[in-house]
T-cell receptor
Framework: DVKVTQSSRYLVKRTGEKVFLECVQD?????MFWYRQDPGLGLRLIYF???????EKGDIPEGYSVSREKKERFSLILESASTNQTSMYLC??????????FGSGTQLSVL | ELKVEQNPLFLSMQEGKNYTIYCNYSTTSDRLYWYRQDPGKSLESLFVLLSNGAVKQEGRLMASLDTKARLSTLHITAAVHDLSATYFC???????????FGKGITLSVRP
């Protein structure tokens, strides 16, 4: 059974903290993605990666960075968390031009 | 910039009746995906539509794609309570499976 695992289901952080969100997939997929989901705004792409050590900005990359040192792991980093980064974060992976498989999401609250 | 519009954003459906929801997109694409999200859960893939005229059916749901009109429809036959969820369409552009999502349509089935 395919699996995309996000390390935390709920996370509470303080303004200014550095935050790491981890995502691991066990399907040997080339592509991995980070989206954030906000009520009324749908899903918006933050960053994606199509290969190890490769990354591309999505639609809303400001305030975020990513790391992909191994094929199965894609990390999202909030360098200095702010309250407007409170959101649901969804990781996904896929083969080339195939459908996305999503993780269960991390609800991040920044206080 | 690719825009994906779904309408309506909320639909209250009566059990047993038929409904159609729509997904419009603004630039050429030959890949369209439908996802379902239950409250508090992640996204689950429903359909992958990869060519003009593609039609896919599963249970009471049928999705179709008209690439010339840049329109996909999701038809619901004889709505039942289990179909209550938020439905997202997503359009693929460029390489590497990058998807742009609509804001989602929340369906609620009432007796």
């Amino acid at each position: 059974d395919v699996k995309v695992t996000q390390s935390s289901r709920y996370l509470v952080k303080r303004t200014g903290e550095k935050v790491f969100l981890e995502c691991v997939q066990d399907m040997d997929h080339e592509n991995m993605f980070w989206y954030r989901q906000d009520p009324g705004l749908g899903l918006r792409l933050i960053y994606f990666s199509y290969d190890v050590k490769m990354k591309e900005k999505g639609d809303i990359p400001e305030g975020y960075s990513v790391s992909r040192e191994k094929k199965e792991r894609f990390s999202l980093i909030l360098e200095s968390a702010s309250t407007n980064q409170t959101s649901m974060y969804l990781c996904a992976s896929s083969l080339q031009d195939e459908k996305l498989f999503f993780g269960s999401g991390t609800q991040l609250s920044v206080l | 910039e690719l825009k994906v519009e779904q309408n309506p954003l909320f639909l209250s459906m009566q059990e047993g009746k038929n409904y159609t929801i729509y997904c419009n997109y603004s630039t050429t694409s030959d890949r369209l995906y439908w996802y379902r999200q239950d409250p508090g859960k992640s996204l689950e893939s429903l359909f992958v539509l990869l060519s003009n005229g593609a039609v896919k059916q599963e249970g009471r749901l049928m999705a179709s794609l008209d690439t010339k009109a840049r329109l996909s429809t999701l038809h619901i036959t004889a709505a039942v309570h289990d179909l209550s969820a938020t439905y997202f369409c997503a359009v693929g552009t460029g390489a590497n499976s990058k998807l742009t999502f609509g804001k989602g349509i929340t369906l609620s089935v009432r007796p």
